[in-house]
């Protein structure tokens, strides 16, 4: 099994540094930013993937709470816990309101914070449900009607992508760079054959799903 991928967004090098080794002693990828303009070039990467973002609530005097629907929009399979040193009821809802799973205030224990980490990364919800389709990311399966259907890897990570937010459009680009994980190639057809492919197996499997395009705009999904 892979190891979970941790980003840590904190000011503090110190602190940085402790979280760091923390987290990588416990068997976590670690990756760090410790600016606001380098977490936002983070989320601007087509190529990113990470099981939880520990956030600092202030990053060099601005605040981070403004990024928390961001970074649950750009990162929608990663759980984000708020580290403050503003421990109030009202700023714990304000930070959950927005999209947190979990806060934690400054002072903290390592070991009560590695172990929060541990129930976020247990709390994740592997399936993703859109009138009869599921999709279990954890198998990489797909059932429709409760059926199993066949996909492939691309396949797979191609619907997901779609499932999880209807509705919005994708262009081909952010699909070839989020699926396949390279640099734009804005001439292969790769987007479009695998679409083609997934429309014939959810229409053979009589989804309620429907894959929809508009020429130089994009791809979605509707029920």
Partial sequence: ?????ILIVEDETKLVEHLANLFRDDGFSVF???TYKELEAMLSLPAKRFDVVVLDRLLQGRDSVELVPRIS???PESKILVLSALNTA???ATLLNLGAEDYVAKPFDSAELLARVHVLLRR????VRLGNVMLDSESRSMQVNGVDVPLTNKEFLLLRTLLKTPGKVYNK?????????MS???DSNVVESTVNKLRHRLEEANSTVQIKNSRNVGYWVEE
Avoid: G
Wanted: proline share 7%; net charge negative.
């Fill in 1 to 5: 099994m892979a190891a979970p991928r």
């Fill in 32 to 34: 760090t930013c410790t």
């Fill in 73 to 75: 929009d750009e990162l």
């Fill in 90 to 92: 009202t700023e714990k």
């Fill in 124 to 127: 994740s919800r592997p399936e």
């Fill in 173 to 181: 680009i952010f699909l070839y760079e989020k699926v396949w994980e």
């Fill in 184 to 186: 734009s190639a804005v």
